[in-house]
């Protein structure tokens, strides 16, 4: 005598879909992720000849010139009072124009891993913020440190926000657990050290200026946005001290 099959799902719910991946990301993760590779996207159709026409290989340089950050945007904005759109608007549009196909893959895959964590633990909109900041912070550091006009590019300056960002709640998360809160910094350890062995092999530019300024700022913001805020920190500091 056959066994009838048995239906694991019970007769008043409907059938279990598989979950789509992207259900488990935080939508404002997922709308800088397209934008980073969206823009570049363009570019390389551009370049491909498949949009844009003859002008659209020069569709990039002009994004450099009109959207990118350098320390004249800052001399302009400090020096010479200009406050207008076209120079506000670059402290946080530089991210978005990157230089190489391999920078955007980086960036899109760091933003997408740290984004998730981070946006899980602090909240979207905080997230944003952070994002927003460190990009502004990062290129006020380095309009101030760096001469000439060497243009300030990529999205690696509000990455090593989101670093920050992560490890301030891992080092937390460390010491609740008692553990040593140092290894915290094992990952922009481990950062800095392949952009050190990469700078001496192809050599280096100054926008590690920007990319550590958003790191050490996201890091110190996180303590204000951090379940808890402020008022949590000093009440850990207290225990410890």
Do not use: H
């Not at 019970?10 to 488990?24: G, L, T, V, W």
């Not at 990062?138 to 992560?166: D, H, K, N, R, W």
């Amino acid at each position: 005598m056959s066994e009838r099959p048995v239906n694991v799902n019970s007769p008043s719910e409907p059938p279990m879909k598989p979950e789509s991946p992207f259900n488990a990301l935080p939508p404002v993760v997922i709308a800088l992720t397209l934008l980073i590779i969206g823009i570049e996207a363009v570019f390389q159709l551009a370049n491909a000849g498949i949009i844009g026409g003859p002008r659209g290989v020069g569709w990039r340089i002009a994004a450099i010139e009109e959207y990118g950050f350098s320390a004249a945007v800052l001399d302009r904005v400090l020096v010479n009072g200009d406050y207008s759109l076209d120079m506000l608007k670059r402290f946080v549009t530089y991210p978005f124009v990157n230089v190489q196909i391999t920078q955007v893959a980086f960036c899109a895959a760091l933003t997408l891993a740290l984004g998730k964590f981070t946006a899980e633990y602090y909240g979207q909109v905080k997230v944003l913020c952070l994002y927003v900041a460190t990009s502004i912070i990062g290129a006020i550091a380095y309009g101030m440190l760096v001469e000439g006009t060497y243009p300030l590019l990529g999205g690696f300056t509000p990455v090593y926000g989101l670093i920050g960002a992560y490890t301030y709640a891992l080092w937390l998360r460390l010491g609740n657990a008692g553990e040593n809160q140092i290894m915290a910094f094992r990952l922009i350890g481990f950062l800095l050290l392949i952009q050190l062995i990469f700078g001496l092999i192809f050599g280096g530019n100054s926008q590690w200026i920007a990319e550590l300024t958003g790191f050490f700022s996201g890091f110190v913001m996180s303590a204000v946005l951090a379940p808890g805020g402020w008022s949590s920190l000093v009440a850990r500091l207290r225990e410890r001290s």
